[in-house]
């Protein structure tokens, strides 16, 4: 159970098999949960804080597992973040295909179905879904599941798609690299001063659908004040997954991460 939004994400399940190959993250730490003592001397405000400290040090521990295991082998892996439908998936897709080169693979993550997940074996890479049942989002221990179920090829990428939300997936460190924070034209440009955290966490925000900017009243100069007055968007790139407009830049930063990473 997640402290911070009571989302069931102890219900989460890889559905795939796992690999013969997978990393060794060594024992599990013990699982993260309240202690009851029926003492009466502490608040409900105080039993609440004191659970989600405990839930993020133990998903924070398990990142640090991933982060180690990741870098070991050269691999990159980002945390894609955005709302529902601003374009995660098909952005992952026209990315597999450009780089077709570069070994990628990703992590899915929604509630339900794997839909997105055969999306992306069809766009040619290799994939594992994640449902999270009633959880909004991905956590360490989840990620490093799939991880072993995945079992990534040294020097590749590995992007973790995760839910569509912008509040939980901001507290949750994966063990990634970076996170990317994706929004579409169609949303509101004041979109950073809603969820705050999640554009600081970022460290690049990519403003997809730009071909739909004729039909939509977007304001992209108030869209990067807003992020930036947040303490987000150092890079803000515009892109458009459908035709394929500042799409180099966006390799270009892949790459740059790369570098750093190996």
Known sequence: MCATCGCGNDTAGVSTTRSSAAPDFGADPDHCGADHHG????????ETLTLEHRVLAANDHIAGHNRQ????RG???????????????????????????????VIEGDQETALDAERIRAAGARAVQVNTGAGCHLDAPMTRRA?????????????????GNLVCPALFDLGE??????????????????????????E???????DLLPFVDFDSAMFA?????????RDILPVSATTGEGMDRWY?????RRISAA
């Open 177 to 202: 690299q970076g996170k990317v924070v994706i929004v579409s034209v169609t949303e509101g440009a004041d979109k950073p001063l809603k969820y705050p955290h999640m554009f600081a966490a970022a």
């Open 75 to 105: 691999i990159m892996a980002l945390n894609l973040t955005s709302s529902p439908g601003a374009g995660k998936t098909s952005l992952l897709e026209r990315t597999i295909g450009d780089l077709g080169e570069c070994p990628i693979a």
């Open 69 to 72: 295991w990741l870098s070991v």
């Open 204 to 210: 690049l925000v990519l403003v997809n659908k730009i």
């Open 147 to 163: 991880l072993e179920a995945l079992d990534p090829e040294p020097g590749s990428m590995v992007f973790i798609e995760n839910v």
């Open 39 to 46: 003492d009466g001397q502490r608040s409900p405000a105080r």
């Open 225 to 233: 004040a807003c992020a930036r007055s947040v303490g987000g968007g």
């Open 252 to 256: 270009d930063w892949l790459s740059g």
